[in-house]
Every structure is written in C-alpha cells, then in structure tokens.
C-alpha cells in the first residue's frame, strides 16, 4: 500500500513558465511534508517543506500548497529554468519523524 | 561544510557474495538514516540512527541486512548474502535533529548483484 503517490512520472514545461508538480498520500497521520530534488548521479537534496498547520509555504521561486482535506499537496516553480531539470521527490512524515518517499516526477525545463 | 559522504559509489558483486557500504554523516549529526532506493521508486528507510541507538529498522531484512553505527559518528550497511533484489541505489543521510527535518543525503552507493 503505498501512502505516497506522485501520480505523473514525468512533466515536461518551457523556460519561464510555470511548473506544478502533484502529491497525493492516504495516511491521515501525516504532519509534516518536503519536496526533495535529485539530480543524476547525486543524491536528494532538501527544497522545501510544510507543515499540516499551514496551507502554503514559499520560498523564492518554490511554492507548496497543501490541501489537508484532499490530502494532497503541490509544488509550484515560478519561473521554470533549466537547472531546475531533474527528479523531484514528494516525502511526508508524522511529526517529522520517518519520511515515506513517493516514485518521484521528472521535470524537464525546456529552453 | 562537508556533506554527508559514502563509499564505494559503485560495486557489483555476485549473488549470495557480501558487500558493506560505509557512511560518514555530516559532523554534529545525531540522526543517521540509511535508504534504499531502487531504480524508479523513492527511496525506503531502511534503518534510523539517533546516535548509536536504532531508532526504527522496521522495514531492514534483518535475515541479511544488518547496520551499525560506531561511537555514534560512522555507520556500515552490510549485506550478506546478496540477492538480485538488492540491486538499488542505497543511500545516507543525516540531520541535526532527531525530526526528518532537512535531511542531508550522500551521493549513493549504487549496488548491482549479478
């Protein structure tokens, strides 16, 4: 049963549009969600993070929203550019403790 | 600042052979997590460290996986012995705190079991 679902394996925008990349998870329990990114041959590396008592949470070009009644959160780029290429991760805990990881979204920023 | 750092990058072994990959945290880190994470999936805790003491190794195969981590600083994940299904990315990580919070990975072990 997998409590983390990141519904499109791939996502493909053009430079300086918008992308928005979806989450969706089933266990009530969790609290506590981040948005990792990985590149090839790196590992995960933290983007941003919120928490279930917040409904956004911004940081430069990076939005989450998190919608508790759906279950579901996003993450938008604004603008996209190339470097933000690479495979985006969707983890979510209870109160920061243990994180289950989605199958990830590739995002590739076209110039 | 250093990252957290991991070797081999690579290795590949035969089935039923052992292998053990070694992690050393960022400095000052209490919490250790080793992941596994294979090819099109994210990656799964395997074992948690809060200094020396496992905090969770509920999903670690304990009939062929084991870790420790020593004087709470450095840790190794064996394997022995190695099935094909082992084959996987498998990954370190570290974080001030005991919460997931930030948590800073390595590189990777890529682990390939022919």
């Known amino acids: 049963d997998q409590q983390v679902k990141q519904n499109s394996p791939s996502l493909s925008v053009q430079e300086g549009r918008i992308s928005i990349l979806n989450c969706d998870y089933t266990n009530s329990m969790f609290d506590y969600f981040l948005w990792y990114k990985k590149y090839p041959a790196e590992g995960p590396t933290f983007l941003i993070s919120?928490?279930?008592?917040?409904d956004k949470n911004e940081d430069g070009r990076f939005t989450v929203f998190l919608n508790k009644s759906a279950k579901h959160l996003s993450l938008h780029i604004v603008p996209s550019q190339p470097g933000d290429s690479a495979v985006y991760f969707c983890?979510?805990?209870?109160?920061?403790?243990?994180?289950?990881f989605g199958d990830g979204t590739t995002l590739t920023v076209k110039p | 600042e250093a990252g957290v750092a991991q070797s081999p990058r690579y290795k590949i072994i035969e089935k039923r052979q052992s292998v053990a990959f070694w992690c050393n945290p960022i400095?000052?880190?209490?919490?250790l997590y080793w992941y596994q994470q294979i090819l099109g999936q994210g990656p799964k805790l395997l074992i948690q460290?809060?200094?020396?003491?496992?905090?969770?190794d509920s999903q670690l195969p304990k009939d062929r996986f084991s870790a420790e981590r020593l004087k709470g600083v450095d840790s190794t994940l064996k394997i022995q012995p190695a099935k094909l299904e082992d084959s996987a990315v498998y990954l370190c990580a570290s974080s001030q705190k005991q919460g997931f919070t930030e948590a800073f990975f390595g590189q990777g072990t890529r682990l390939t079991v022919v």
């Open positions: 983890a979510a805990s209870v109160s920061a403790g243990k994180s289950t």
């Open positions: 919120i928490s279930s008592i917040k």
């Open positions: 460290f809060q200094n020396n003491g496992v905090v969770d």
């Open positions: 400095s000052g880190h209490a919490t």
